[in-house]
């Protein structure tokens, strides 16, 4: 099955520096990458997604790249804001079709802190 | 667009009892429906994956008598922890599935059995 590892575990930035999350996956079955982010006690907030065919995709101040040869992802959140402050997952998931479409494997999470 | 709604957001219940959890989509249909479960500070462990009309199907090492998953409408699936026991709590979250634009989550439910 699928085994996605995420690095790093916490990450501590100054407001205004930029965060680089980065996640590996093992299937190259998967070609659907989305990124979340989870405050505390509430569930994952889907902010940002890249599909296989794309390599980077990017929305205001967060981006996601996608290196498939190497199968690995990043997140790159610029001019970062203590509101960013939240656990950050990665996921991987198979193509559309077939019985594990929409099946995320998640890494293990990265605590984002932003310091004012 | 994309909103997904779980119900109750904590219940508190005694060691025996039965515990159902509702997922609803709320402004989209979802066919598939996903369980997970997550400890704290743990990342999210998928159950059991919810198709409607159609059967559940469960991650190696979750108990499907223990977990029931119902899944009758486009829009709800519940999951229903039977016979609760302390170490069954946890926080339970759902995501929907939107077809061509992803998963979305629910806000989650805590689970505490004494």
């Known amino acids: 099955g699928e085994n996605v590892e995420q690095h790093p575990s916490t990450l501590s930035v100054q407001e205004g520096d930029s965060a680089v999350i980065k996640c590996t996956y093992s299937?190259?079955?998967?070609?659907?990458f989305p990124w979340y982010k989870q405050e505390l006690g509430k569930g994952p907030q889907l902010i940002i997604d890249?599909?296989?065919?794309?390599g980077e995709k990017k929305d205001q101040r967060i981006a996601v790249t996608l290196n498939k040869t190497a199968k690995h992802f990043s997140l790159h959140i610029t001019e970062t804001q203590p509101e960013d402050s939240a656990v950050y997952f990665c996921?991987?998931?198979?193509?559309?079709?077939?019985?594990?479409?929409?099946?995320?494997?998640f890494g293990q999470g990265t605590i984002l802190t932003v310091h004012p | 667009g994309a909103v997904v709604s779980q119900h109750p957001s904590r219940v508190i219940c005694k060691s025996g009892t039965s515990v159902k959890i509702e997922c609803r989509s709320l402004?989209?249909?979802?066919?598939?429906m996903f369980w997970y479960r997550q400890f704290p500070k743990k990342s999210l462990m998928l159950m059991a994956t919810?198709?409607?009309?159609?059967?559940?199907?469960?991650e190696q090492g979750v108990e499907k008598d223990k977990f029931l998953i119902n899944h009758a409408s486009l829009t709800l699936s519940t999951l229903t922890v039977t016979s609760a026991h302390p170490e069954d709590s946890s926080f339970y979250i759902c995501?929907?599935?939107?077809?061509?634009?992803?998963?979305?989550f629910g806000p989650g439910t805590r689970l505490t059995v004494t």
């Open positions: 995501s929907a599935l939107a077809r061509g634009r992803g998963s979305y």
């Open positions: 890249i599909r296989s065919n794309v």
């Open positions: 402004d989209f249909q979802a066919t598939t």
């Open positions: 919810s198709n409607e009309g159609s059967k559940a199907t469960y």
């Open positions: 996921a991987a998931s198979p193509n559309a079709g077939g019985t594990s479409y929409g099946k995320l494997t």
């Open positions: 299937d190259s079955a998967s070609n659907y």
